[in-house]
């Protein structure tokens, strides 16, 4: 009998470390947290019409909820989105992929939107109503991870606040823009951060969570190269394509370089390092070639809804 015993036990063992390991190959990294991936990229909710009307909206949120979202139980968004809806001005040869550092440079362009629950509307009003009226800035990231698991981590729903992550726009190596999160939402890109030196700009819009430059902040997303997946200080670098298309997307923004920021910097808890190996000013010297406008617009719409969704 003890021998039997002792079998199963032996057996059960060798389940649970089987277990752990196969669990263990579906983690990714996305900027250095390292995250459980869903075993497939489709979402499952289908909404009807009705259901999605309002989580598109350009609308503004006057303000947040006292109230934690903690819970939330939003819906999936199927169907295609146009590149109108990301950014205006469109023109024939926005798939055009040319190979020179010139302003005739349009990168491949994507749409594909993060789930509802990883982005909401931006606030007009700061969690005790005070106005909020922030000149956007520009927030650079790194993925860290690969650009197949961050969008499928964005693309999956996220109904804890703690859980909930996104970028407005991501840059795959060889260029592409993809779209994930409407300008005028506001994607969840630094939780605990602000902008500025002397007087630090940031907005309160979480009760159980620290302020952030999320309500004003534009947030773009370099893919990592392989070598650049984990912790490490630094890696190989970002793709010429890579900077191109930046240069191309950030000038869009309309945003001032003084308003050009990273992930690093704007974070407060000291924890965040990304974009690491970033050539800035390769960066700016491209940035340059290309005239500054607002085809990617960061105000949200009136007339106000009350509360965030």
């Not at 205006?88 to 509802?116: F, M, N, W």
């Not at 974070?267 to 000013?281: A, E, G, H, M, Y």
């Amino acid at each position: 009998m003890k021998k039997i015993l002792r079998a199963l036990a032996i057996v059960t063992l060798g389940l649970a470390v089987l277990l752990v390991t196969i669990r263990a190959g579906d983690a990714e990294w996305i900027e250095g947290k390292r995250i459980q991936l869903s075993t497939s990229l489709t979402v499952a909710l289908q909404p009807t019409s009705a259901d999605t009307r309002g989580l598109l909206s350009s609308a503004c949120a006057v303000r947040p909820s006292t109230s934690s979202s903690k819970y939330r139980r939003l819906p999936a968004v199927t169907g295609q989105l146009p590149l109108s809806r990301f950014r205006q001005g469109l023109d024939a040869a926005a798939s055009k992929d040319l190979s020179t550092d010139s302003p005739s440079y349009s990168p491949r362009e994507e749409v594909i939107l993060a789930h509802p629950t990883n982005f909401g509307r931006r606030f007009l009003q700061d969690l005790y109503g005070k106005p909020v009226q922030n000149d956007a800035i520009v927030v650079l990231h790194e993925t860290v991870g690969s650009a197949k698991s961050t969008i499928n981590y964005f693309r999956t729903s996220h109904p804890k606040d703690a859980d909930q992550v996104s970028y407005h726009t991501l840059i795959k190596e060889d260029g592409t823009v993809v779209y994930m999160v409407p300008p005028d939402r506001r994607a969840f890109g630094a939780g605990n951060s602000a902008f500025g030196g002397s007087t630090e700009e940031a907005v309160k819009t979480n009760p159980n969570f620290p302020a952030s430059v999320n309500n004003f902040a534009y947030h773009i997303s370099l893919v990592s190269p392989p070598d650049g997946r984990g912790n490490r200080s630094s890696h190989s670098g970002y793709t010429r394509a890579q900077y191109q298309s930046l240069a191309w997307l950030v000038a869009k923004t309309g945003v001032p370089d003084a308003r050009i920021t990273t992930h690093r910097l704007v974070d407060r808890s000291r924890q965040r390092s990304d974009p690491r190996s970033f050539d800035s000013q390769y960066f700016f010297r491209l940035l340059y070639l290309y005239p500054r406008n607002r085809e990617i617009s960061m105000q949200c719409s009136t007339p106000a809804i009350a509360q965030e969704e």
